[in-house]
């Protein structure tokens, strides 16, 4: 009988979450006729050093400086009352006025569709973009809210009893993406 890993099983490697966030922005290229008006917003915390990477991408294959914002979600999430303890609220910085943008909405893990749902409605607070587009490295299925994403890096089918842990170098030292059982 094996006994389960406790720290999980790795499903990305460094170089696999480089190759992903490569076509990612490919693929925003190809989508959106380059990178003009486009404006990458990171979702905390992970999302943020994702949509770093892809602004680097971007300017490396296109030469667009693209404007790169963080977004922090934690009082426009639907389960706040349900979370022990005091939520810790960072800080959100977008780029001036998102009117008339298509903004990328970066984030680590698409998952239940609620993260995003709220990131949707704590923009539409700054203004109204022309569009929304959502980036994800991972999507683990389970959709509770009509969502999907724009650009997948991995779609990693997965039980509720697992969870997805994205590793990246700026957050925790070490870019990898694990399955871990509950």
Excluded: W
């Amino acid at each position: 009988m094996t006994t389960p890993n406790p720290d999980g099983v790795v499903i990305m490697k460094a170089e696999e979450i480089r190759r992903a966030l490569t076509r990612i922005a490919h693929e925003i290229i190809e989508r959106n006729g380059g990178a003009d008006d486009l404006l990458l917003v990171g979702v905390r915390s992970r999302g943020v050093p994702l949509a770093r990477r892809l602004a680097e991408l971007l300017k490396q294959f296109e030469g667009v400086d693209v404007p790169l914002g963080q977004l922090d979600v934690t009082f426009y999430r639907d389960d706040l009352a349900m979370r022990r303890g005091q939520p810790v609220v960072q800080r959100t910085d977008l780029p001036g006025d998102i009117g008339g943008k298509c903004v990328i909405l970066v984030d680590d893990v698409l998952f239940t569709g609620r993260t995003t749902r709220s990131a949707i409605d704590a923009l539409m607070d700054y203004g109204r973009p022309q569009s929304i587009q959502l980036a994800v490295l991972v999507d683990r299925g389970h959709r509770e809210l009509p969502i999907r994403a724009d650009y997948v890096g991995k779609n990693v089918p997965t039980s509720r009893e697992e969870r997805v842990n994205v590793r990246l170098e700026e957050n925790d030292g070490a870019d990898e993406v694990r399955i871990v059982r509950r």
